[in-house]
């Protein structure tokens, strides 16, 4: 019988829904039927993609709080947010998985708990990538450094060292996957690279902005970015845009709440002839917290940053991957400030493929941000390098690259 009942998992992030929901939505114009199983919190995404949403709430669990974290200016702790989600999976899922009729998965990589209930089942499921992709070797360093890749003994020992690091903070959302594993009998996964699909793993990163690796796996697919195209019925002043140079800076969706590297970029900006559009992403600030910043920036909760960044110069961001790609496939430089997670990888690629330059965001200051900003504006290897990676990216429709993967590997299970 053919597949044409999908279920997608994913993280409960906006940067983890958007290009799934988009994803999704191919699928669906394919003739697929396409669930996305989250938590209450996803609920309005999914149902605005036009997708269809079935809730994994557990009361014994709780609901995710992103403003949790000790330091909630940095926002959660994201190992807690996978560990939640990995509980709520293997408790809820497979009931709900057989109520639904689904015939295979489309799995979030950072989801490590839903390969295992699509094999309880009996079902296949192939992996979405929205970070850089997650194949542990010593190779390529693991994305939670800003190392540069390389092939000398040094690097590859750095990089060896690095995973042992990403593993052991694995362990324990792998040992409780295990523990379901085993009542169920199945093998139990000796390493991270293990709870990965046979068939596939599809990252939106196209390969021409990756590290190179020269042993990649055969089911490690580059396509490009999913687009979910403008989140709708965001009002932004368009009005207030002047013509000088555009500077868009946005700390993304989860790590944004800390008032103080809003006000350094707008100190920083404020010194050249450009005009910065702020976006705060909607969590812990607000715009009337920045009323009186250096240079007069619009501030906004969101912004509609497809729209925005085709009139920008120049993108300030956390290195969030949806962020960066969109930027480059403006053909817009960056400078990254990247606070954990992901970014520190995005940030190595932005600097490896001299698209833009990274900060670390422990040494953020204001003079530091203004070299930067200095550098990017007026050296024109960096937009050059932009624009070359942007006809690369245009070159490569990701969405239906990725969804005739999803077709070509499903019809062989």
């Given amino acids: 019988m053919p597949i044409r009942r999908l279920g997608i998992f994913c993280l409960p992030g906006r940067g983890h829904l958007y290009p799934a929901t988009a994803l999704g939505r191919r699928l669906k114009d394919r003739g697929f039927q396409v669930t996305v199983f989250n938590r209450n919190i996803a609920r309005s995404i999914v149902q605005a993609s036009g997708l269809l949403f079935q809730s994994l709430d557990d009361k014994d669990i709780g609901s995710i709080d992103f403003r ?43 989801d490590f708990a839903s390969g295992t209930v699509a094999d ?112 709708p019925n965001l009002r932004f002043p368009w009005h207030r845009l002047d013509g000088r140079p555009l500077i868009y800076a946005s700390m993304g969706t989860v790590r944004n709440g800390s008032r103080q590297v809003f006000e350094t970029i707008a100190a920083a900006s404020a010194a050249f002839n450009v005009q910065l559009v702020i976006s705060l992403g909607g969590m812990a600030l607000t715009p009337e917290d920045f009323l009186n910043l250096p240079g007069d920036p619009i501030v906004v909760h969101y912004g509609p940053q497809v729209s925005i960044l085709g009139r920008a110069t120049l993108t300030i961001c956390h290195g969030g991957m949806n962020t960066t790609l969109e930027s480059v496939y403006q053909g817009v430089p960056l400078i990254a400030i990247p606070v954990t997670d992901d970014q520190p990888g995005v940030a190595a690629r932005i600097e490896w493929r001299g698209v ?52 070509r590997v499903l019809s062989l299970t």
Avoid at 199 to 210: E, L, N, R, S, V
Avoid at 365 to 371: A, E, I, K, S
Avoid at 385 to 399: I, P, S, Y
């Fill in 68 to 110: 949790s974290s000790p330091s909630c200016q940095l926002g959660p702790n994201t190992l807690d947010i996978m560990y939640d989600h990995s509980l709520l999976v293997l408790r809820q899922a497979r009931n709900v998985l057989v109520k639904t009729g689904i015939d295979a998965l489309l799995v979030d990589q950072l």
């Fill in 120 to 231: 309880i089942l009996g079902i296949p499921f192939v992996n979405l990538s929205f970070s850089p992709p997650l194949y542990l070797d010593d190779e390529s360093p693991p994305f939670i450094f800003r190392w540069k890749p390389g092939i000398a003994r040094l690097e590859k020992r750095r990089n060896k060292r690095g995973n042992i690091l990403l593993r052991r903070l694995l362990t324990p959302i792998i040992d409780l996957v295990n523990d379901t594993r085993r009542a169920w009998r199945l093998p139990v996964i000796e390493d991270v690279n293990e709870t990965f699909s046979r068939h596939a793993m599809i990252t939106q990163m196209p390969k021409a902005f990756d590290f190179p690796r020269a042993s990649a796996p055969p089911n490690l697919f580059h396509t490009g970015l999913f687009s979910h195209g403008e989140v």
């Fill in 356 to 407: 833009g330059l990274a900060l670390r965001f422990r040494n953020l200051r204001v003079d530091r941000l203004r070299q930067c900003i200095q550098a990017v504006l007026t050296d024109g290897k960096y937009p050059s390098a932009a624009r070359a990676m942007q006809a690369q990216f245009r070159n490569v429709d990701g969405l239906s690259q990725a969804a005739d993967i999803v077709e």
